[in-house]
């Protein structure tokens, strides 16, 4: 889950700006760790996922740093685009279980 | 085309009813989940299966029932025990080696 300090519910990001998105997660036998992306009206995408193991992450524009002395994960947008206009959720998932936790997203709106 | 679809993306449910929601995957996944998500919240698990002909309660199951008699099937019925089914429920699937549950498009219950 998200604690009320971490996580902001609503960010709002000029295009072409970077986007940071923040999770705090609770426990801290969680192993691995996905965001996903969800447009209004559709199931949830796969953006990234992170192991335990690591501490950073890059894929196509994003970038997942993992910090488990805080257990804290954010998602790192770079040049945001109005495509990027969606609520994002964390996931974790605690070794050895098939059930994954997630956070109560963060809307991320795209300014032109 | 590889993916989860789920039927119907709408649906109506009347006083007493009880209603099933389709989801059938392609993709060879052998585990299969059910949430449900409330409007600004995060995704809370009903049910799961890890294996045809067996599944597990999540953290909302009354009120539900699932049925996994096919691999790449899970339909999940809506009782009239659940007195509160107006939400949007989201299937999704993953293997066992792979962490990541990738998500169907969803199904909007609505209560008449």
């Known amino acids: 889950g998200e604690s009320v300090g971490l996580h902001l519910p609503t960010l709002s990001v000029q295009e072409g700006d970077n986007s940071i998105i923040n999770c705090a997660y609770s426990?801290?036998?969680?192993?691995?760790f996905i965001w996903y992306k969800q447009e209004s009206g559709k199931g949830p995408q796969f953006i990234i996922d992170?192991?335990?193991?690591?501490d950073k992450r890059q894929g196509q524009r994003v970038t997942v740093l993992l910090n488990k002395t805080v257990k804290h994960l954010s998602l790192q947008i770079a040049a945001t685009q109005p495509g990027d206009s969606a609520v994002y959720f964390c996931?974790?998932?605690?070794?050895?279980?098939?059930?994954?936790?997630f956070g109560a997203g963060t809307t991320v709106t795209v300014r032109a | 085309d590889g993916g989860i679809t789920q039927s119907p993306k709408y649906l109506f449910r009347k006083e007493g009813q009880n209603v099933t929601l389709s989801c059938e995957q392609n993709?060879?996944?052998?585990?299969m989940y059910w949430y449900r998500q409330d409007p600004g919240q995060g995704l809370r698990l009903i049910y799961y299966?890890?294996?045809?002909?067996?599944?597990q309660k999540g953290d909302i199951a009354e009120g539900y029932s699932v049925s996994r008699e096919k691999k790449e099937s899970f339909p999940l019925t809506v009782t009239s025990a659940q007195k509160n089914p107006t939400a949007f429920y989201l299937c999704?699937?993953?293997?066992?080696?792979?962490?990541?549950?990738?998500f169907g498009p969803g199904t909007r219950l609505l209560v008449l």
């Open positions: 999704a699937s993953s293997t066992v080696s792979q962490e990541t549950q990738y």
């Open positions: 426990n801290s036998a969680s192993d691995y």
């Open positions: 992170i192991r335990s193991n690591m």
């Open positions: 996931a974790e998932r605690i070794i050895n279980d098939y059930k994954l936790s």
């Open positions: 993709l060879n996944h052998d585990a």
């Open positions: 299966s890890q294996i045809v002909n067996d599944f």
